[in-house]
């Protein structure tokens, strides 16, 4: 019986582990969804600005808990039309241009 017992007690941390686990990844999911929606309403009004041709560059200052997905997303398709340069002395202030290709 003392078997049956610990094979039961190790299945329960087993689905306790996996279960947390499912938890984890729909929150960062979810957080990373709200994250990208509030990125592409905010590039809309930058584009807006930038359309203005004495507008070089837009300032831009980041919140401290969205620091590491928007360094993420910089490198990714979301600002891939846009050139992105972290303000000198400043880890949170990021200057956008308009990414200009020479042919």
Request: glycine share 2%; charged share 35%.
């Amino acid at each position: 019986m003392s078997r049956t017992r610990d094979v039961i007690k190790n299945k329960n941390k087993v689905e306790k582990a996996r279960k947390a686990r499912r938890k984890n990844e729909m929150t960062s999911l979810r957080e990373l969804s709200a994250f990208k929606a509030k990125l592409y309403d905010e590039l809309k009004h930058i584009e807006v600005v930038l359309k203005d041709a004495d507008v070089d560059a837009v300032l831009i200052t980041v919140p401290d808990k969205a620091l590491s997905q928007f360094t993420s997303a910089i490198y990714s398709e979301d600002l891939a039309g846009y050139d992105v340069e972290q303000v000198e002395g400043q880890t949170n202030q990021f200057y956008i241009r308009r990414k200009f290709i020479v042919f």
